[in-house]
């Protein structure tokens, strides 16, 4: 751990020019093992660190990054740093970055597994064996991913900024398919990989595959939904992006924007940001070393805020909230990391469907993408596991179904939620591993608008 | 290499070094300026069937050992696989570099900026404008491939572009206009000619205009109609309903846990219609200017020209070593790409191509059409697991009256099934209107890996099918 606050010491010494200068150094270890039709494909150990060395110059921040470490190689990157920032600070007015946040002192978290941060393949190649088992049990096969991983950020900053964070995350996600295609998903993702129940995820995603009956189809329209967990965090993912992004919010292109304290979804909807919750994925500070702190987003279906980086907040008027995704902030904004939909008082998803006399259960949302933002409106369709609710009951499987509707929409018609809600983990880390997730229950609305069905 | 012989099936170890640069205003100020380096070298090995692969930043004999050992201690972690047998390669020897005219990373940064700031400053003044932005963007790699089977190349590849973009708000909604592309521009396989080519600022009032006229324009209206795509759509189109669709990983359920499966079979090659007699598609690793193009794959498979479907029938599927020989091919297509030097390769699109037809230019082919919609610029896209049902949006369209345009249209929509929509393709723009188009951010594997593909097409149309969804 020391090692990485040094050289982010040694990266920060390196830069000689400029208003100030901020370096952040992330390691990250690593591993992941996919299978598909219960066998083993492809394996990936990680071990690399970057090194990212932000310079300000007269409001400007410009930046350079190397995954090298020697003396050469920080001071190559420095000097790029400075040049760019030189370049942006020449150029036309001056920038609006107010200057690298200074120190606040974060809270330390129980977010790192040192059992899980040896990252030992046997614990993988187990858990592997106990989704195949449990497929073949039931006559299904098992595809998915078994991942850990281990990442430490160290900062140090010319505003006197010298933190170190050191976080483990780890995730099993399983889709069954039985003979004939229908599937099914389940996923689990915590700090540690022993809080992974393979068999127990393997056998929730062969149950939604198992479903008895032909696929009906449905035709466009609204319907009463129930959506589970994985559906509900793809939701609140994209709400985070499109409506809770302060650069969105400063620039008028939320759907928030002009709406704070109005209300925007259900009574019933309590979100917030909340990096110390006990099933959340904790980590102390973002990425400009600003500390993360619990934060209400919508209280009572009310509006309440946005979140910010240091540019977006100067954008605002406001305060970082430290929700920082870069140093000096990322081009697309801010965003929440660490969401919690606050839970309800349904025993289970079975209580859910029980006022519902024809709607649709969906297990999981797929390719959802923004088509008018503003409006936090989506489209997407269902995936493994979308099942027809009848007298109270799922009856039988469905054909996937395409929706577009808006998120907000969907949250204003909710109607109830479960008791227990599940941390959804995002293992896509595209780029650096940044492990991520939402805590939410499950959660019935009203109606959701589907316009037709996936052959 | 030597030492991998003795402990694995067959190993290959990638040294790449890749850098890249981003700059970009943002409301008449600089907002970006970052440049960016990454080496290192990914060692994948093969063991019983298993795969493993492990890397390391560090380039000398022992870091790299130690990569092997853990990729080693994966692949027997895992349980057992099946030993699916690799096609023959002849082991890949030589070295290849892309044609670069100016190097766009000795371009000086303030130069760069001349041009963004010029874009950005002819796009603003209207308040209904909330965000103007400009862009460039760089990329270099070069990588070193050696295999236990003797294979040793080199390659190196550079790739330059940019694009601006304008939003326009309201109180109800936002409206954006991208040039030349969206999401983050055009960008070719080139050096920085490519983008002082753009005429950023020459295209920038027209983009700023339109994004504000987009506000109070009517909505593309509920019917089924014609429809014709400008390229840069069709080739988001072509690359989600046919490119990912004809990856054989997917085709084989490799994929299905994250980027999904395929609608495809492998008994469906030569037998399956995909679309109309006009539809000829081809996956060319050759092209000059290709975000696809490279000399060989990250497998040591040479880069080829493939057929994928012919007079609207498959023929062919992009594939590696591993997925050809599983379906019984005698060659893979060369098709395996890695991001970086710590990922490992996938299937991946390279230059994936409709071939022009006959009906003129644009203006011809919407003066042949008596009734319909035009869609330009791609703004998001949604399509199924199995590559099948589609939702796409353009930024903008035009309705067609009597064979020209008429109002501008706002929130365009259009949907449909894949082999259907194909299948209605009548009209094909000649080859004066087809150019290579960029994806810069297409997303697979896990861990993710983004590959920057390109496709070339043409502007074409399509009969009956339903816009304005939503």
């Not at chain 1, 650069?247 to 979804?265: F, H, K, M």
């Not at chain 2, 696809?292 to 040591?300: H, K, M, S």
């Not at chain 2, 609207?312 to 395996?336: K, P, Q, W």
Request: aromatic share 6%; proline share 5%; charged share 25%.
């Amino acid at each position: 751990m020391t090692a990485s606050l040094e050289l982010a010491e040694r990266a920060l010494a390196a830069v000689r020019a400029g208003d100030g200068a901020q370096a952040t150094v992330v390691g990250e270890r690593s591993l992941m093992l996919r299978f598909a039709r219960s066998q083993p494909t492809q394996a990936t150990a990680v071990d690399d660190t970057s090194v990212e060395i932000s310079v300000l110059r007269d409001g400007h921040v410009a930046g350079a990054s190397t995954n090298g470490g020697t003396g050469d190689e920080l001071a190559a990157c420095a000097r790029e740093a400075e040049r760019a920032a030189e370049a942006a600070a020449r150029h036309g007015e001056p920038g609006a970055y107010p200057g690298f946040p200074e120190p606040a002192g974060s809270r330390a978290h129980a977010g790192h597994d040192p059992e899980t941060a040896l990252l030992d393949p046997a614990a993988g190649g187990a858990a592997l064996r106990q989704v195949f088992d449990a497929a073949a049990s039931r006559g299904v096969d098992g595809h998915g991913i078994w991942t850990a991983g281990e990442v430490t950020t160290a900062i140090a900053s010319t505003a006197g900024m010298l933190a170190i964070d050191r976080v483990t995350d780890a995730g099993l996600r399983v889709t069954c398919v039985a003979p004939g295609g229908r599937s099914g998903h389940a996923a689990s993702t915590a700090t540690a990989t022993g809080a992974i129940d393979a068999a127990a995820v393997a056998a929730r995603a062969a149950s939604r595959a198992s479903v008895r009956g032909e696929p009906k189809r449905l035709g466009s329209g609204d319907y009463a939904v129930v959506l589970e967990c994985y559906a509900v965090a793809e939701l609140l993912e994209q709400l985070g992006r499109l409506a809770l992004n302060g650069l969105a919010y400063a620039e008028d292109r939320s759907a928030v924007s002009g709406r704070l304290g109005t209300q925007v979804a259900a009574p019933s909807v309590n979100l917030a940001d909340s990096p110390r919750y006990a099933r959340s994925l904790p980590r102390a500070f973002d990425a400009e070393g600003v500390p993360k702190r619990p934060m209400p987003l919508i209280q009572d279906g009310v509006a309440h805020a946005v979140v910010h980086d240091t540019r977006s907040g100067a954008l605002a008027g406001v305060r970082s909230t430290g929700h920082a995704l870069e140093p000096a902030g990322a081009p697309y904004g801010p965003r929440p990391t660490n969401m919690v939909l606050a839970a309800g008082g349904a025993a289970d998803e079975a209580e859910l469907c029980r006022p519902i006399e024809r709607g649709v259960y969906v297990t999981r949302l797929w390719y959802t993408n923004p088509v008018r933002p503003k409006e936090t409106l989506i489209t997407g369709v269902t995936r493994d596991g979308t099942l027809l609710i009848e007298d109270g009951e799922v009856v039988a499987p469905l054909e996937d179904l395409r929706f577009t509707d808006t998120v907000l929409g969907v949250l204003e018609r909710t109607q109830a939620l479960t008791a227990q809600p599940t941390l959804v983990g995002d293992h896509g880390f595209y780029g650096r591993r940044f492990a991520t997730g939402v805590v939410c229950p499950g959660l019935r609305a009203s109606s959701m608008h589907f316009t037709g069905a996936v052959p | 290499m030597d030492g991998a012989a003795s402990h694995a099936d067959y190993a290959d170890a990638r040294f790449v070094d890749s850098i890249a640069e981003r700059i970009a205003t943002r409301n008449g100020r600089v907002e970006e300026v970052a440049r960016s380096r990454s080496a290192g070298v990914g060692v994948r090995v093969r063991l019983g069937g298993a795969w493993g692969f492990a890397a390391t930043r560090d380039g000398d004999r022992r870091s790299v050992e130690r990569a092997l050992d853990r990729a080693l201690e994966l692949a027997r972690a895992q349980p057992a696989a099946p030993d699916a047998r690799l096609v023959p390669e002849p082991p890949a020897r030589g070295s290849f570099e892309s044609p670069t005219g100016i190097d766009p990373f000795a371009v000086p940064v303030a130069d760069k900026l001349d041009v963004l700031a010029a874009a950005d400053d002819a796009m603003r003044g209207d308040p209904r404008l909330k965000v103007t932005s400009a862009h460039f963007l760089a990329f270099r790699d070069e990588r070193l491939f050696a295999s236990t089977e003797g294979a040793l190349c080199e390659q190196r590849t550079s790739q330059c572009g940019g694009g601006i973009v304008a939003v326009a708000s309201d109180d109800l909604e936002s409206q954006i206009r991208s040039y030349p592309a969206s999401f983050r521009g055009d960008v070719a396989q080139s050096g920085y000619e490519h983008f002082a080519g753009l005429d950023l600022a020459g295209n920038a009032p027209r983009v700023a205009e339109e994004a504000v006229r987009l506000l109070d324009a009517p909505s593309c209206p509920a019917e089924r109609t014609t429809l014709i795509l400008d390229g840069e759509q069709l080739a988001l189109q072509l690359h989600e309903s046919v490119g990912h669709a004809v990856e054989l990983d997917r085709v084989l359920g490799s994929e299905t846990s994250y980027a999904g499966g395929s609608f495809l079979s492998p008994a469906d090659l030569d037998s399956l219609r995909y679309g109309s007699p006009l539809m000829n598609v081809t996956a060319d690793a050759t092209l000059d200017g290709g975000l696809g193009t490279f000399a060989w794959d990250d497998e040591g498979v040479p880069g080829r020209c493939v057929p994928i479907v012919r007079e609207g029938m498959l023929r062919g599927f992009l594939s590696s070593r591993e997925s050809a020989g599983t379906i019984g091919l005698d060659r893979s297509h060369g098709c395996m790409r890695a991001d970086g030097f710590a990922r490992q390769p996938l299937v991946r699109m390279t230059n994936v191509n409709l071939e022009p037809g006959d009906a003129g230019s644009l203006d011809e082919l919407i003066a042949a059409t008596e009734r319909g919609v035009y869609m330009e610029t791609n703004r998001s896209w949604s399509i199924d697991s199995r590559r099948l049902h589609f939702q796409f949006a353009t930024e903008l369209a035009y309705e067609i009256v009597d064979g020209r345009r008429g109002r501008l249209l706002k929130n365009p929509t259009y949907a449909g099934v894949t082999p259907r929509f194909w299948a209605s393709l009548d009209a094909v723009c000649s080859a004066g209107e087809w150019r290579l188009w960029p994806i810069l951010n297409c997303g697979k594997g896990e861990p993710g890996q983004t590959a920057r593909v390109s496709h070339g097409t043409a502007p074409a149309r399509f009969r009956d099918v339903q816009v304005g969804i939503a």
